[in-house]
């Protein structure tokens, strides 16, 4: 295929041939001179695709985020693939105003919220059997797992701004001294019953459902206090393991 | 006879007016490497641009998603091209540390290993020691009274960049890396004189201690309490962090040290959410090209840039093409900048990447409604926009039926559509039964559930389950244009990239 720059090259050869029949060899070196400053290869920059719309800035966290008690909770996350059974997991997680610590099988997360901007949020991941630390940004957590700020962690998963589309029913319960609400839910909706404490930005239970089946979380304790030692950072708990971004973990084979 | 490039017309003249018979040397590249007569037009300054993990595949999608696929990018355009084969001393597939090693010094190494020759192993596990630091040529230049930059999207003290400036026998020590590029530290690189000019990226984490939250509220990564923002200042460094400070560097700021983020800079897709503001890498470019140029006085030696899109190289191992696509648009943003910038009579620009990836252009994708050069008779709903999936690179393949001249969406065996864009590996891995990527609600990026292959969220579907894409052991192409740029020819190793820059700046 002939290029723009294999026609321009064969002009130029043509050129200098017919020039050459007419020059005296003095003139050849000034005629390389010119040539050489018109013949500099001309860069276009190419028109392009329209950009697509920016990733939305993380949610607005409710006042009440900043008086949440300390507490230690007892969680349980039940997936039901449509077709399979149902898988359950165990979680303790350790909440106060700027920091949320869940503990699962093998791993550990800890979330940290922004000291500058309070709707953003940044994380750890421990990985035992690995003995990592793997680092996750902002901008990892919402393109990696979905979590778009604070108010996302501060809520245990639950997107606050979600409570919107609900209406706030008449029906409470009660875990271990604490009050949740029962929202109903649209039919059709993502997001099913949820019950929640206005107060302690506590959600009780909720449940999800997509196209490959559901997932409910549930607390089934309530403490007030916490183990402040899973509070550290996570380098100073574990000194001795290796520490990643997040992809750089995901370089690492 | 051949000659390359617009130099080489006029050349190829000279010898024909001459009547000799003398023949420009082409041969192996193997034999230019040795050959220490090269008469080429000599380039004051050099610009490399490193495309991470932009093989030949990423290219080619990136020019169908930006410009279209008879478009052309402005690394197309550049008139010189060679093949480069990537492979470590002790790998067929390399990561990045032996490979900008070895474009950096002309000398291959071992996976994980930066600045050292093929003797040095990771971590050095035989402990026989490390050998002798190869002489990169940032260095080089840097003996040479030359100024020199490192710009990334990745950390500054990432493989890449690093291998311009560091020596380590493991690329993931960068709390160390860091250290030898501040000239007050017992570990500083010397070679370096009085720093490098330019430090440009992302990686604060490893400049800040981990007691100590920055100035986007992210807590650094230091064990040893040191805090390298202040040892750089106190080094004469100008330290900036957003786009403010961006903004006001001038070619009296250096020598600079941005860092724009406590990780990697974001993705150029997700740059606008980013907290404290950040440069694109085509800001960096053009700010890096004016602080160098302008400290560099006419007449006096020029200077050497790198800059790297590190981050094509982390979408793909996530398995989500698009920002893959708009990372490497933006490397090409970059270039454009550069060379319209600078004068390409005297400068010296190359591109290239340091491997390849697991990444596919699969099936006989038919082109958009409107870029076909004929009229279809019918088509299946969606092919009409498939113009807007990125010029069709990132939809279903539309196959047509040449007796009827219907469009429709091209299944597989079990009669249910793909994507053009594919990985052999990753996290994309669908199992084992496959489902119409329009209704597939495999969840993406930010475990969104994409509404097709074109959502930015997409994981394009993997054949093998892992939970990071891989690189691919490919050869990767070299594009250059001016001084030395005719040096870029033929099938060559990734080291030759050393020879060409070393070569067209006279440096011996
Ligand atoms: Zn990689």
Redesign the pocket.
């Known amino acids: 295929m002939e290029t723009w720059y294999v026609r321009q090259r064969r002009i130029d050869v043509a050129v200098l041939f017919a020039a050459l029949s007419l020059m005296p060899a003095e003139g050849i070196a000034s005629a390389q001179s010119a040539r050489e400053a018109t013949n500099t290869p001309v860069i276009t920059l190419p028109t392009r695709r329209a950009s697509d719309t920016p990733p939305t800035p993380p949610p607005e966290v409710p006042a009440a985020a900043d008086r949440v008690l300390a507490v230690t909770v007892s969680a349980t996350v039940r997936r039901t693939p449509l077709n399979g059974p149902t898988q359950r997991e165990g979680r303790t997680i350790t909440r106060t105003f700027d920091r949320v610590h869940i503990a699962e099988k093998g791993h550990e997360w800890l979330f940290e919220r922004n000291i500058r901007d309070h709707r953003r949020v940044s994380g750890s991941l421990i990985h035992h059997d690995a003995r990592a630390i793997i680092a996750y940004e902002e901008s990892d957590l919402r393109i990696m797992l979905g979590i778009r700020g604070w108010a996302d962690v501060v809520a245990l998963g639950f997107e606050i701004d979600t409570l919107r589309n609900h209406t706030r029913a008449e029906e409470t319960r009660m875990i271990d001294g604490t009050r949740f609400q029962r929202y109903s839910t649209r039919q059709g909706s993502w997001m099913r019953d949820v019950w929640w404490n206005d107060e302690q930005l506590l959600v009780g239970e909720f449940t999800t459902a997509d196209a490959t089946g559901t997932s409910r979380f549930s607390i089934t304790r309530i403490r007030d206090g916490i183990d402040a030692t899973v509070l550290q950072p996570a380098d100073s708990r574990f000194p001795t393991y290796r520490a990643f971004t997040l992809a750089d973990w995901l370089?690492h084979r | 006879m051949r000659v390359r490039g617009w130099k080489g017309a006029i050349l190829t003249a000279v010898l024909i007016a001459s009547g000799g018979a003398a023949t420009v040397a082409r041969g192996g590249f193997g034999d230019r490497d040795q050959d220490a007569r090269y008469t080429g037009r000599r380039a004051r300054n050099v610009i490399f641009f490193i495309g991470?993990?932009m093989g030949v595949s990423t290219v080619t999608a990136a020019r169908v998603f930006s410009v279209g696929v008879d478009g052309q990018l402005v690394m197309d355009q550049f008139p010189h091209t060679a093949l480069s084969r990537t492979y470590a001393s002790d790998s067929i597939t390399p990561?990045?540390a032996p490979t900008m090693s070895a474009m950096m010094t002309g000398v291959n190494t071992n996976q994980s290993v930066i600045g050292f020759g093929e003797s040095t192993e990771a971590n050095d596990f035989n402990n026989d020691g490390d050998g002798d630091a190869q002489w990169t040529l940032l260095e080089l230049a840097k003996r040479r009274g030359m100024r020199v930059g490192a710009v990334s999207t990745a950390t500054i003290t990432h493989a890449t960049p690093a291998a311009t400036y560091a020596h380590i026998n493991q690329r993931n020590n960068e709390n160390d890396i860091a250290l030898q590029a501040l000239p007050t530290d017992g570990t500083f690189n010397n070679r370096l004189g009085r720093g490098v000019d330019i430090l440009m990226g992302g990686g604060r984490r490893f400049f800040v201690p981990n007691s100590v939250m920055d100035e986007e509220g992210v807590r650094g990564a230091r064990t040893d309490s040191r805090d390298l923002r202040s040892e750089f200042q106190g080094a004469g460094y100008r330290y900036v962090w957003n786009t403010a400070g961006f903004s006001s560097l001038t070619p009296a700021s250096l020598p600079v040290l941005g860092l724009f983020e406590s990780s990697h800079m974001e993705y150029e897709f997700d740059r606008p959410t980013d907290l404290g503001g950040e440069p694109s890498l085509k800001d960096m470019t053009v700010k890096a090209i004016q602080l160098l140029e302008g400290a560099s006085r006419r007449g006096s030696e020029g200077y050497f840039l790198h800059v790297e899109a590190g981050r094509i190289?982390h979408a793909h191992?996530a398995g989500n093409a698009y920002r893959a696509m708009t990372d490497t648009q933006e490397l090409d943003e970059a270039i454009g900048a550069a060379a319209q910038m600078v004068d390409l009579r005297d400068t010296l620009i190359i591109v290239s990447a340091d491997h390849s990836h697991v990444f596919n252009i699969a099936g006989y994708p038919l082109r958009p409604l409107q870029e076909l050069p004929y009229a279809v008779r019918s088509h299946e709903p969606g092919y009409e926009n498939a113009a807007a999936a990125g010029h069709g690179i990132l939809d279903l393949v539309w196959d047509i039926d040449q007796s009827t001249g219907h469009v429709f969406a091209a299944p597989d065996r079990n009669g249910v559509p793909y994507t053009v864009l594919g990985y052999h590996n990753g996290p994309g891995y669908r199992a084992a039964s496959r489902v119409d990527p329009r209704t597939d609600v495999f969840r993406g990026f930010g475990g969104v559930v994409p509404t097709g292959p074109s959502h930015p969220a997409y994981f394009q579907e993997a054949a093998v389950p892992l939970g990071s894409e891989t690189?691919a052991g490919e050869d990767v192409t070299i594009y250059a244009i001016g001084p030395g740029a005719d040096l870029v020819d033929g099938t060559v190793k990734n080291t030759h990239i050393f020879q060409v820059m070393k070569r067209a700046l006279g440096i011996h």
């Open positions: 370089e | 991470d993990g990561d990045s190289d191992h690189h």
